[in-house]
T-cell receptor
Framework: DTAVSQTPKYLVTQMGNDKSIKCEQN?????MYWYKQDSKKFLKIMFS???????INETVPNRFSPKSPDKAHLNLHINSLELGDSAVYFC????????????FGPGTRLTVL | AQSVAQPEDQVNVAEGNPLTVKCTYS??????LFWYVQYPNRGLQFLLK????DNLVKGSYGFEAEFNKSQTSFHLKKPSALVSDSALYFC????????????WGAGTKLIIKP
């Protein structure tokens, strides 16, 4: 009964490769998010997306692109991976209201060699 | 500009003692405030939130938080700490101008010593 799930849990890859991380939520939420947590544990919002709008953090390189096949899924595609992309990536979901809680997936640890 | 500050990188508390993890914020309009906990190698878990009403909010695992509008603070508290409370705690806020996104603090590492 996992509410927000991500695959894979670990991803090790070479510089220059293209990879995807998948996220699914079964909470019926309208909005999904991708976060990056760096080695110092800082959380940085990368994208938020619902069926109306994609909001992109302007600091995110355009090598990162979210893809949503339907309301329950928001995948993260990364082109031309760089060493600095190594981090833990978290997917989250919530309803649209200001008071609504975000629920997080377990994270994907990406290591770029 | 909207912001959240967690002024302590780390808080050390002896088991059984009360604990406080501090959070102050700056947002436009009324704030919506959240606390999350992250255990090692895990995702973030929701603890509690303040929307409106009673300034003392009770949450999971015996935690509570007190909203103080005049001091723009939302400190996390627990009367008696457990070793299992050791984790990373994040405060977050959402205001009118945030585009529904949460503004996150840097996190506070809580260490409970037996």
């Amino acid at each position: 009964d996992t509410a927000v799930s991500q695959t894979p849990k670990y991803l090790v890859t070479q510089m220059g490769n293209d990879k995807s991380i998948k996220c699914e939520q079964n909470l019926g939420h309208d909005t999904m998010y991708w976060y990056k947590q760096d080695s110092k544990k800082f959380l940085k919002i990368m994208f938020s997306y619902n069926n109306k709008e994609l909001i992109i953090n302007e600091t995110v390189p355009n090598r990162f692109s979210p893809k949503s096949p339907d309301k329950a899924h928001l995948n993260l595609h990364i082109n031309s991976l760089e060493l600095g992309d190594s981090a833990v990536y978290f997917c989250a979901s919530s309803q649209e209201g200001l008071a609504d809680t975000q629920y997080f997936g377990p994270g994907t640890r990406l290591t770029v060699l | 500009a909207q912001s959240v500050a967690q002024p302590e990188d780390q808080v050390n508390v002896a088991e059984g003692n009360p604990l406080t993890v501090k959070c102050t914020y700056s947002v436009s309009g009324n704030p919506y405030l959240f606390w999350y906990v992250q255990y090692p190698n895990r995702g973030l878990q929701f603890l509690l939130k303040y929307i409106t009403g009673d300034n003392l909010v009770k949450g999971s695992y015996g935690f509570e938080a007190e909203f103080n509008k005049s001091q723009t603070s939302f400190h996390l508290k627990k009367p008696s700490a457990l070793v299992s409370d050791s984790a990373l705690y994040f405060c977050a806020v959402r205001g009118l101008d945030s585009n529904y996104q949460l503004i996150w603090g840097a996190g506070t590492k809580l260490i409970i010593k037996p």
